[in-house]
């Protein structure tokens, strides 16, 4: 049976350019893209109830609360209009979450068809995002809070590349190279699924 949408997952360490390369197979597939962190920034932005524990904890190189992110990112889904499918950037962190998706102690399901896991070293990720933080002077990309970042994204949500893998989801990208490299590896992946 065809599905009406084709969702995919941007999965990979901060740094290892999943903003970046969601934004080009969006344009490239007519694809809408969802950063959580964005959402999260509009709210903050809003000072809405949700922006003001968002930003405490962001600050803190912390996590929000899995049914928080998920309620915000379903209604955000509701709120779209009709589209080929979505590219999620930033959810699921957790395994947790990842589970929630899929409909387990979860009442939103939200389908996921590809996780894209874009792979860098750590050393590469803290270069990239130090020198992206000199660039735009984002507050929270100090070196001590991008060294949490890492250290929760290790613990937390790098299991989840073998719960995608069991689920035949998975697709791994050397995300080593250029913007430009590191695209053309990731259509040959994507292309296939788009023009059949």
Known sequence: ??????NIVFFGSPGCGKGTHAAEVAERYHLQTISTG???????AAQTELGILAKK???AGQLCPDELTLNMLHNHIESMPETNGFILDGVPRTQKQAEMMDGIGYDKPINIDMVLYLEVTEEEAVRRILERSAISGRADDTLEVIKSRLENYAKLTQPLADYYEKQ???YRVDAMSTIEVVSERIYKVLDPFFNR
């Open 57 to 59: 904890l962001i600050d």
């Open 168 to 170: 035949n989801k998975l």
């Open 1 to 6: 049976m065809q599905k009406k949408t084709f």
């Open 38 to 44: 964005e959402l999260y920034r509009n709210e903050i």
